[in-house]
């Protein structure tokens, strides 16, 4: 299996709304990702976690919260979000080379097929 | 610093040869990444360089100099479907993570 399942795959939400999105890998990566993506513009690093902990917060606003529950799942919680919010979420994931005795660096990232969020 | 630059659109011939290039700052550099991304898709990687030379995937390669700070991505014999944008991203790992910044892509028109 080398999928990353995303899920919703669109989401429209109000200011005032609460919700997460999912993101679900089987490939034991310990590395997972979440990137925003704007049209015509590259995917932009949001947040980093290797082995389930938080690894880099790329200065994210509060109102987008990261959780790890276990080694295949990563949400991303969304709160009070603004229109400008509205964007494709991205989510990949990687074998992490930080133990480089066990693990290759292929370079690659795998990426879901992204969670397209309308804020109105 | 992070940031890469790239070219913002490239247009070629079918069954022709192009070649994007991708400049970056040295800092904490560890690799060079190569993703394809077609309209409403995810991106899916290409190539990656850690070391300097050139690597071939069939009808993509692509090369890295580190002393120049520069990579690029051949692909050769083009057809229509390879219409998308183009990112390099760089890779640099610290003992306990790895992160990965994209460069701004590259728009590739593939013409008859």
């Known amino acids: 299996d080398t999928e990353v399942t995303q899920t919703p795959k669109h989401l429209v939400m109000g200011m005032t709304n609460k919700k997460s999105l999912k993101c679900e890998q089987h490939m034991g990566h310990r590395a997972m990702y979440w990137y925003k993506q704007k049209a015509k513009k590259p995917p932009e690093l949001m947040f980093v976690y290797s082995y389930e902990k938080l690894s880099i917060n790329e200065s994210v606003p509060s109102r987008f919260s990261p959780e790890c529950p276990n080694s295949s799942l990563l949400n991303l919680h969304l709160h009070a979000l603004q229109p400008e919010d509205s964007a494709l979420y991205l989510c990949?994931?990687?074998?992490?080379?930080?133990?480089?005795?066990?693990?290759?660096?292929?370079?690659?990232?795998?990426f879901g097929e992204g969670s397209r969020l309308t804020v109105l | 610093g992070q940031s890469l630059e790239q070219p913002s659109e490239v247009t070629a011939v079918e069954g022709a040869i192009v070649q994007i290039n991708c400049t970056y700052q040295?800092?904490?550099?560890?690799?060079l990444s190569w993703y394809q991304q077609h309209d409403g898709g995810a991106p899916t990687f290409l190539s990656y360089n850690a070391l300097d030379g050139l690597e071939e995937t069939g009808r993509f390669s692509s090369f890295l100099s580190r002393s120049d700070s520069y990579g690029y991505l051949l692909l050769q014999e083009l057809q229509m479907k390879d219409s998308a944008s183009y990112f390099c991203?760089?890779?640099?790992?610290?003992?306990?993570?790895?992160?990965?910044?994209f460069g701004p892509g590259t728009s590739l028109s593939v013409i008859p």
């Open positions: 991203a760089r890779f640099y790992s610290k003992t306990s993570y790895d992160k990965v910044i």
């Open positions: 990949a994931s990687s074998q992490d080379s930080g133990d480089r005795k066990f693990t290759l660096n292929t370079g690659e990232l795998f």
């Open positions: 040295t800092s904490g550099f560890y690799g």
